[in-house]
């Protein structure tokens, strides 16, 4: 009888302990990107449509060593509901005639009447040596565009819908000089890797939508020609072979002119990564971020997101497990309600992130994932560790 009223036992510790656990529960869900930033209803998208004329657009493909992917997703390109004409600059390895005679064949069986785009091909010379072949390969399809607005995108992409390119250009306006679009994985890629890139998309999507882009982890990308130029494009990281995308936004985004999209069917899906392609994302994006402004910030939010998650999942598995032992029933009682309040709470939060942008992965995966990132991005640093570093760099002498 005395053993169980010790259990039961309400001190001032117990007390306090127990206030804190239930506070920890409450307040760590709160430092999560899927908490500071929501996919919200657009509700001026009847007056984007009616006030913006939407202006034509060069779109610029790069299938570096990829050009197998434009006979599935160059048709989608091509198939845009967009009166006010585009142009479709292909951008390919001189004398390549894989990917030449891949898209003749894809053209042949497109009735480009009923399109509103043309296509133009142009080369990378062989003879180009230290300097990145796939930021030449944009820089040339930017030189050849004939609007100032320009789409750089992915062939391993296609859009999520024919007002994919209306969408985007909506906010091609006087006031703006970049529009960063959303992009996720095709639904036969693993969970794990969707979930990653929801879960970094939204760290983006806040610093967008408050004024300081950082990079952009998808191919959706809308900038003016004559900025690029008169900023002389990727001047400041030219000696780097990869990390376009990421340059591009850090370079270019202005607080008050980068405007974000990400209505539905301003969607790109991107074609499931192969596991080399995967690996090399993290490692490359590793090396680059040296080299981009603004990611102190960025990953310091990351850090101070991870290490509150795993303080609170282990202060309350340690005390539940002390509380037994003890035992003390009280402290054990607020200790299993602090972690479900934790557990619940981001469940929430989870759920409606992957709602919101059409993730078909269960919850429970997700609060999984949402533990075990940390994990894979440490696996990445050590083989980064070990990584040749000229695999990296352009200069290689």
């Known amino acids: 009888m005395t053993s169980n009223m010790n259990a039961l036992s309400f001190d001032n510790t117990t007390l306090i302990v127990s206030l804190v656990l239930i506070l920890l529960g409450i307040l760590s869900p709160m430092l999560n990107p899927f908490f500071r930033f929501r996919k919200k209803q657009q509700h001026d998208d009847a007056d984007l449509e009616n006030s913006t004329v939407l202006p034509p657009i060069s779109l610029i493909l790069t299938p570096y060593d990829n050009a197998n992917k434009l006979e599935k997703n160059l048709p989608l390109y091509l198939r845009q509901d967009y009166p006010s004409g585009y142009q479709v600059i292909i951008v390919t390895e001189q004398k390549d005639h894989d990917a030449e005679e891949i898209i003749s064949r894809t053209l042949s069986r497109i009735n480009m009447a009923e399109s509103h ?43 999520s819908s024919d007002q994919w390119l209306s969408m985007m250009a909506r906010h091609c306006n006087n006031g703006n000089n970049l529009v960063i679009g959303y992009g996720n994985y ?141 035992p003390n029933w009280i402290l054990l009682g607020a200790s299993i309600a602090a972690l479900l309040t934790a557990l619940v709470f981001r469940g929430v939060l989870c759920h409606r992130a992957l709602k919101d942008f059409g993730e078909d992965i269960s919850v429970l995966q997700a609060l999984f994932f949402e533990v075990t990132q940390v994990w894979h991005n440490l696996n990445y640093k050590i083989r980064y560790r070990f990584a040749n570093k000229y695999d990296f760099t352009t200069h290689k002498l």
């Open 186 to 326: 095709e639904n036969s890629t693993s969970s794990f890797r969707r979930f990653e890139r929801l879960h970094n998309a939204f760290y983006l999507m806040r610093e967008v939508s408050k004024g300081h882009a950082y990079r952009n982890t998808s191919y959706n990308l809308l900038l003016r020609k004559s900025e690029f130029l008169e900023n002389a494009g990727f001047l400041g990281n030219l000696h780097l072979t990869r990390g376009e995308y990421d340059f591009l936004v850090n370079k270019y985004a202005k607080a008050d002119s980068t405007a974000l999209e990400i209505s539905d069917e301003s969607w790109l899906i991107e074609d499931t990564p192969s596991d080399k392609t995967w690996l090399n994302r993290h490692l490359f994006y590793l090396e680059s971020r040296k080299f981009l402004q603004r990611s102190t910030p960025h990953r310091w939010l990351y850090n101070i997101d991870q290490l509150t998650l795993h303080i609170n999942y282990l202060v309350c598995i340690a005390t539940i497990a002390y509380a037994a032992i003890t």
């Open 117 to 159: 785009a043309e296509v133009y091909v142009t080369h990378i010379p062989k003879s180009s040596r230290y300097v990145s072949r796939k930021k030449l390969a944009i820089t040339l399809g930017i030189k050849a565009a004939k609007y100032d607005w320009v789409m750089v995108t992915e062939a391993s992409c296609h859009p």
